[in-house]
């Protein structure tokens, strides 16, 4: 019964994962995209209430969740050395850099400098400006690494079942 549990870990890393991605995806694709669509005074604290939501959401547990399993997952690679294994390393790796370290270094970064931002300031355009051009630069890295972790950790699912 429970020799499957890997695989079946694995798979259940891999679909959040994918959703991981498709949150950074929907950010780059359309979100920045329509809060650039309005003036930097409603801008600013649209993505400020959303920047407040998300460090209390299931979605940041779900990062955290994974951030845990990519850990697990290049010890288990390491260690394990059999099918799969490779793929569990690159993945873990990937995501490691990529969504937690480019989260990290990137993005957190330009948030807490935004969530002290006033909208009304005479300078509000060029506070957006900045957040919004390199904001969305570090998301775009996070969604590409999310992205191709989650086919990993997909492809991994496959050969090891």
């Given at each position: 019964m429970f020799e499957h549990l890997p695989v079946y870990s694995i798979a259940i890393a891999a679909l959040f994962c994918w959703l991981v991605a498709g949150v950074f995806f929907a950010f780059s694709d359309f979100l920045m995209?329509?809060?650039d669509a309005l003036p930097p005074e409603q801008a600013i604290p649209a993505?400020?209430?959303i920047n407040n939501v998300v460090y209390r959401s299931a979605f940041l547990v779900g990062l955290f969740v994974l951030m845990a399993a990519s850990v697990l997952?290049?010890?288990?690679g390491v260690l394990w050395n059999g099918a799969g294994s490779g793929?569990?390393?690159?993945?873990?790796?990937?995501?490691l850099v990529t969504v937690i370290g480019v989260t990290a270094v990137g993005n957190i970064p330009l948030n807490n400098r935004?969530?002290?931002?006033?909208?009304?300031?005479?300078?509000a355009f060029e506070i957006w400006r900045h957040y919004l051009d390199h904001w969305s630069a570090w998301n775009h890295l996070r969604t590409a690494g999310a992205?191709?972790?989650?086919?990993?950790?997909?492809?991994?699912?496959?050969?090891i079942a």
């Open positions: 995209k329509s809060l993505m400020q209430s997952f290049v010890g288990f793929l569990l390393i690159g993945a873990g790796l990937l995501y935004l969530a002290t931002a006033d909208p009304a300031s005479p300078n992205s191709v972790a989650a086919i990993l950790m997909t492809l991994a699912t496959i050969e």
